[in-house]
């Protein structure tokens, strides 16, 4: 890790989670000779760490699913083109429909995905039931399925782009905080820190549930918040062996599920709670969604609990990335981008990654079309002109005015609690 700050960079990424970390390195591959990463605290500290390592290509937009593409495509791909991975696992990926009306959207979302080219099918509900053993038979009508859709293992990819990092020469530089931009007129000239200033051109903006407070920094509003998401993992049960347990999203309720340990890892996000920082893991929700899930996989009814925890997830009022320069009360800020994965880190992170590196490096991207992704698709309250990814966790519908920066407010957290047998239970 870099002692002392740089005085000058080609190019500084603010923040380092998986978009971030990512972003610095596909700048190196771009042939950035000097990039530099900052981070707060220490690399992969926030939610990225704490994530369910879910990933999928099964988006309800274009934009998703080229990002969920990109994104799967490189997890898989990082054995041979870095040494190194993320552990993606490619264990398959149902999203099982309950009224006619999913059936129709399904439908009509799977055809969307496959003319992107992703393998993707819909499977009647005896087949889903054949191909799910832990799930409970006869609840669905069916339901679309991605083989390559998989999972990673999120600690484990803190450490694949630190490595990846370290070994192409970006200079890293933890525990100092992100505090302005330097401007001549509308461009970039540096950026000030904790530890100093760094002349530079180039500046890429992440953060994840802290970049609106990052933007307040740079002076510009970014709708992006905060919102607790929770996490558990049961006990071990035969059911619950890998080859039982595809990968399952029920959208309906915002519960999804992957194999763990020999259990299973299940998640969920409560869409009435308000907007902000998460510090502790709620009980009571819990409870209400631990009957969903039992009657979802019947195995895990009366299984305790061996992990338990809480963190600050971002996302946007539309559930879609920001990609885009910075765009302040004076307007566009030229060599700087803005790059969030709208509540999709892992699972979109490293195309958010690649896309904000080949914008701030081309002003160009062959990924995903970014002309609707800026800031401009906000509204002075926040509000997105874009109909939102229906595929998506169910978060709050706006921000908040905190995270909108509208007021001050202090920057998200994520914090890991381990469930005792006596709550678990």
Known sequence: MTSALPRTADAVVVGGGTVGAWCAWFLREAGLADVVLLERGTLGSGASSRAAGMVRAQGGTEVAVRLGLFSRDFYASQPERLGLDSGFVAQGYFMPCFSEREVTEARDRIAMQQALGLDVRWVGSDELDDLNP?????????????????????????????????????????????????????????????????????????????????????????????????????????????????????????IYWRPEEGGVLWGMSNPDERPGEATEFDWAYYASMRRRMAMLVPSTAGLGL????????????????????????????????????????????????????????????????????????????????????????????????????????????????????????
């Not at 903006?205 to 933007?215: D, E, H, K, N, S």
Request: charged residues 20%; without cysteine; proline residues 9%.
């Open 134 to 254: 832990a799930m409970g038979r006869g609840l669905t009508l069916g339901g679309s399925y991605a083989p390559g859709d998989g999972y990673v293992d999120p600690p484990r990819n803190v450490l694949a782009y630190t490595a990846a990092l370290v070994t192409s020469g970006v200079r890293l530089r933890e525990r100092t905080s992100f505090e302005g931009l330097l401007r001549s007129g509308d461009r970039v000239t540096g950026v000030l820190t904790s530890a100093g200033e760094i002349a530079t051109d180039r500046v890429v903006l992440t953060g994840g549930p802290t970049l609106a407070a990052v933007g307040r920094a740079a002076g510009a509003r970014i709708p992006a918040g905060g919102a607790r998401h929770q996490v558990v993992v049961t006990g071990p049960h035969p059911d619950l062996a890998p080859d039982r347990l595809p990968m399952v999203f029920d959208v309906a309720s915002g």
């Open 306 to 425: 061996r992990k338990a925890w809480a963190a600050t997830i971002d996302f946007t009022p539309d559930h879609l990335p920001i990609l885009g320069p910075l765009i302040t009360a004076d307007g566009p800020v030229t060599g700087v981008t803005v790059a969030a994965a709208g509540g999709h880190g892992m699972m979109w992170g490293p195309g958010v990654a690649r896309v904000a590196a080949d914008l701030a490096v081309a002003d160009a991207t062959d990924v995903v079309d970014v002309s609707d992704l800026g800031l401009d698709r906000f509204d002075e309250h926040g509000r997105s002109r874009l109909a939102p990814d229906p595929i998506a966790l169910p978060f709050p519908e706006t921000v908040g005015p905190e995270t909108a920066g509208l007021e001050p407010a202090g920057p998200g957290t994520a914090t890991a609690q381990t469930a005792s047998p006596e709550t678990a239970g």
